[in-house]
């Protein structure tokens, strides 16, 4: 059998239950009821055979369910002899072994089910047993003591046997209150006991007298026990009924506390409206109350101590890095503000130590995250291992630490503890891929009380000089003064600014203009941005520009600048300021080429400027290529296949340039003015222009000089069959207003070399 059919079969038995037991009651005058019951009982064994066979069941479960059939089928059989006390007795110890056999076989599962905190889960199972213990003593036990007063050991046995059913209920709330997920299989065996349960009351509150009852009815809930018995013992999920179950971190509160509310209500008011018959049942009914405060107040204070656990835990996850650890940044403000408070008392100078590792981005993007927490992990564990106990050890971001020592007292034994974190850097770490250098960036900030007010204040400083360090080169230690603060000051108020410097107009373009050596005229312009501020004051494109590129608002100024030069391109063409096949020149960082827009922007910027793609040059730096090498040359083709040209800005400042050639769909070669300033004079410069000239003229690329500035230069150049050139000696980067008249002087004067600039 197929573990799809034993399933389907499992359901058909407590479906054959529920249509049994409503028969059993119905033809219980008559043969139909106890056919019923038979069918049942053969039902259990037979399932009990295939589940033996098939599912391979645990020895003890399996033992149990042979136990409790047989005792079944003693006590039902000298349960309808009716022969006397003998008979009765044997039926009472039948069924007592059953409940012995419930409880046994329910301890083994639950046991494995409870979950990890199993306190207040047995408490609630206390309360629910204790109480409803209660009610079956005043409702059913005491009075069947005294219809069977003249058995004393038949009641003995059927008082063993209720106590015994308390305990089966408590261990079945216990397994299904608990934290444990509650298969199908493990509510079908819950449902057979209860059934059972209720049975064995409907018994006992017949002959108590307490309620009259056909033996159909008192017996229904058995055929219903029996049926969902097999159902459990086909269901193919029974193999695991006695396997930890996966845990729930949080189960639905509002059920359990209507049902444990009630199992403490319903007793309190049944004992209430109830009084005591004698000295027995006063005894029984103050034990057990006895009993069910003392579990209830147990219970509060469970509750009470895990609210306190809770909120202890709460507390901790929100001041500890989960990944690491250590404390996170809420908790060191915490302790430096502790060691600020403190430093007067002790005179003490508290030193903070703010570490980034560098390049960290690089192990993400090459090993994975999983390296990369595992670096993190790594180096927090080295800074605890080699570190001053005292000190006291965070991480406040990704790759940042913070190290507190509360006991420096002054700047030099700041630096030793700065040195011995940044040697311990030295040694590779230990990961599961293997071994890996890192190093890390280190600011120093010691508390002086001119300087710093608050703990904030300290870490702010340590902050600054860390990235002071960066600044440097990585790798090494930067103390923190006054002047790195202002210049952080300056950087955030030029960063704020930029962000409105679009909206507000601020920004403009100015254009220097690119000569034909041969022919002394203007071929072409390269635009250059600049930022005159509302104040008056002027920010230098080499502040603001890497600011832009950082916090990537170089993405709409650079958009801007692209349409705004060629249009101005597109308005010289038409008025005849320059010829129709001029150029323009505008630098692309590596946060634009990056862009996956910046394409489709380029493509619509010519389109509305009407100006063909071959006269637009975007400059592009060897670092960007280097850099992000598979990202450049896929946008740089892209831009290609549009039309448009692609320069090397300052060609020969970088490391890879001949390789760069051969890779990337290169069209033109701007020389670095560093070449051309000793090329009037000095032999080398020369040499090393003229095969950079040599070369683009074997592979066909264009060349352009930058930062020319002497007759003598320009002279120079053109001996050496260099086409382009641009720099003050022709023009200074000018509004686009005088380009008109600047183009027109210097076409005007013809070729080179020249006697005069022109003005």
């Not at 990944?323 to 060691?339: C, F, I, K, P």
């Not at 095969?691 to 683009?696: E, H, K, L, R």
Request: with cysteine.
């Amino acid at each position: 059998m197929t573990g799809r059919t034993l399933e389907r079969a499992a359901w058909s038995c407590l479906g054959a239950g529920i249509v049994g037991s409503v028969v059993h009651v119905l033809g219980g005058a008559t043969n139909i009821g106890s056919v019923v019951y038979g069918l049942a009982l053969l039902a259990i064994v037979v399932s009990t055979v295939i589940s033996a066979t098939r599912h391979q069941l645990d020895r003890r479960i399996l033992s149990g369910f042979f136990v409790i059939i047989a005792a079944i089928i003693i006590g039902q059989l000298f349960s309808a002899a009716s022969l006397g006390a003998v008979e009765h007795l044997v039926a009472e110890v039948a069924f007592f072994v059953v409940q012995i056999t419930l409880v046994l076989g329910l301890l083994l599962v639950a046991q494995r089910r409870i979950g990890r905190e199993p306190l207040g889960i047995l408490a609630d199972a206390s309360i629910l047993s204790l109480g409803a213990w209660l009610v079956v003593w005043i409702v059913v036990l005491r009075p069947l003591f005294d219809t069977v007063s003249n058995e004393p050991f038949v009641a003995g046995v059927r008082g063993l046997t209720f106590s015994l059913s308390a305990v089966v209920l408590f261990l079945l709330v216990t397994l299904l209150l608990g934290d444990s997920d509650n298969s199908t299989v493990v509510w079908l065996a819950s449902s057979a006991i209860l059934s059972s349960l209720i049975g064995d009351v409907l018994w006992a509150l017949h002959e108590a007298e307490v309620i009259t009852t056909s033996l159909a009815v008192r017996n229904a809930p058995y055929v219903m026990a029996l049926f969902a018995a097999c159902a459990t013992l086909l269901h193919p999920g029974i193999r695991n009924l006695t396997a930890q179950g996966s845990y729930h971190a949080a189960r639905p509160m509002a059920g359990r506390l209507v049902v444990v509310i009630s199992g403490l209500v319903v007793p309190i008011a049944v004992f209430a409206l109830t009084d005591a018959q004698d000295t027995r049942d006063r005894i029984v009914r103050t034990v057990s109350v006895l009993f069910l405060s003392g579990v209830v107040l147990l219970r509060v204070v469970i509750a009470v101590r895990a609210n306190a656990q809770l909120q202890s835990k709460l507390i901790e996850s929100a001041q500890t890095d989960a990944l690491t650890g250590l404390a996170n940044r809420s908790l060191m403000l915490e302790h430096v503000d502790t060691a600020l408070r403190t430093a007067w008392r002790d005179n003490r100078q508290p030193t903070v130590l703010f570490i980034d590792v560098d390049r960290f981005k690089n192990i993400n993007d090459s090993l994975g995250h999983a390296a990369g927490d595992d670096v993190l992990i790594a180096v927090a564990t080295r800074l605890r291992l080699i570190l001053p106990t005292h000190c006291v050890v965070g991480r406040i971001a990704g790759d940042e630490f913070v190290v507190l020592d509360p006991q420096t007292n002054g700047p030099n034994e700041s630096m030793v503890l700065a040195d011995r974190v940044l040697e311990s850097f030295h040694e590779p770490l230990a990961l599961r891929q293997g071994d890996v250098f890192v190093s890390a960036s280190i600011g120093v900030s010691t508390y002086r009380p001119s300087v710093t007010n608050s703990a904030d204040d300290l870490l702010r400083h340590a902050d600054t000089a860390m990235y002071r360090a960066k600044e440097s080169g990585r790798n090494c230690v930067a103390i923190f003064d006054e002047s790195m603060l202002a210049s952080v000051t300056q950087r955030l108020a030029v960063e704020t600014a930029l962000y409105r410097a679009l909206e507000r107009r601020e920004l403009r373009l100015v254009h220097q203009p690119i000569i034909d050596v041969g022919l002394g005229e203007v071929v072409g312009f390269e635009a250059l941005m600049r930022w005159d501020r509302d104040d008056g004051s002027s920010i230098s494109p080499a502040e603001f520009i890497p600011i832009a590129e950082e916090t990537g608002t170089i993405v709409p100024i650079g958009a801007w600048a692209l349409l705004e030069a060629l249009t101005h391109l597109s308005e010289w063409i038409a008025s005849g300021i320059c010829p129709r096949d001029a150029t323009m020149a505008v630098n692309v960082s590596p946060r634009q080429l990056s862009d996956p827009n910046f394409v489709n922007l380029v493509s619509e910027a010519l389109t509305r400027a009407h100006i063909p793609a071959r006269q637009l040059w975007l400059e592009v730096t060897e670092g960007v290529m280097i850099a992000q090498p598979d990202q450049a040359l896929d946008a740089l083709t892209k831009l290609c296949d549009l039309g448009v040209r692609v320069a090397i800005d300052d060609f020969g400042t970088g490391y890879s340039s001949l390789s760069l050639l051969q890779k990337f769909p290169i069209h033109c070669l701007k020389i670095d003015r560093s070449f051309i300033s000793g090329v009037a004079d000095n032999a080398d410069a020369r040499s090393l222009v003229r095969t950079i000239i040599a070369m683009c003229e074997s592979m066909g690329l264009d060349i352009v000089a930058e930062g020319v500035e002497s007759v003598r230069q320009l002279q120079v150049l053109g001996e050496m069959r260099c086409a382009k050139a641009q720099g003050y000696l022709i023009s200074h980067p000018v509004p686009p207003e005088s380009i008109a008249s600047t183009v027109a002087t210097i076409n005007d004067l013809g070729p080179w070399p020249r006697t005069r600039r022109p003005s």
